[in-house]
């Protein structure tokens, strides 16, 4: 997808700010897609802190899915760039609307709960082409640590590493950052 970036990293590398300084330096109107569901004091302070770090002027919605109905939003029409901030708690929140048992639930039912969410993400993606937007994703490297030892970790990561591979195989240019440097690798 052209004017895509995709930005990838580890927990608290600098992704976020990153992808913040590249907004502001390729946009005229941004309008923030924050994906975070503030379910307990360390998420909402989080979300505090990257409300703190956005300029004013920034119009956020809070959405992880539905994005056919994005354009609902006057911010959004009127904008040349959307940041989404953050693909992995897009997919675990997808995953957890399901209300499934994911120690005790079997492979094909995991199967359809993935192609759920990479309809979701192409969704997302056909919807900023359509309406010709600039567009920054922001996304957890998940591959890089130790092989979760409990079957809900392994899914996630599974789940995550291969939108992450989707999503990197159609951006125009990916950033890993790590310790706060970014580093161009696409």
Sequence with gaps: MKNFILVTGGARSGKS????????????????????????????????KHRQSRPNDWDTIEKYKEFKEIDKHESFIDSDLILLDCMTLMVSNLMFENNI????????????????IFSEVEELISTMERHKKKLIIV???????????????SIFRDIAGRINQYLASIASEVYLTVSGIPMKIK
């Design 17 to 48: 700010t990153f992808a913040e300084s590249k907004a502001k330096e390729i946009g005229k109107s941004i309008v923030y897609i924050a994906t975070s569901i503030p379910f307990d004091e360390g998420t909402k302070d989080r979300i505090k």
């Design 101 to 116: 048992d994911y120690d005790n639930c079997d492979y094909n039912e995991i199967d359809k709960i993935e192609k759920s």
């Design 139 to 153: 996304t957890n490297e998940v591959g890089m640590g130790i092989v979760p030892s409990y079957k809900l970790g």
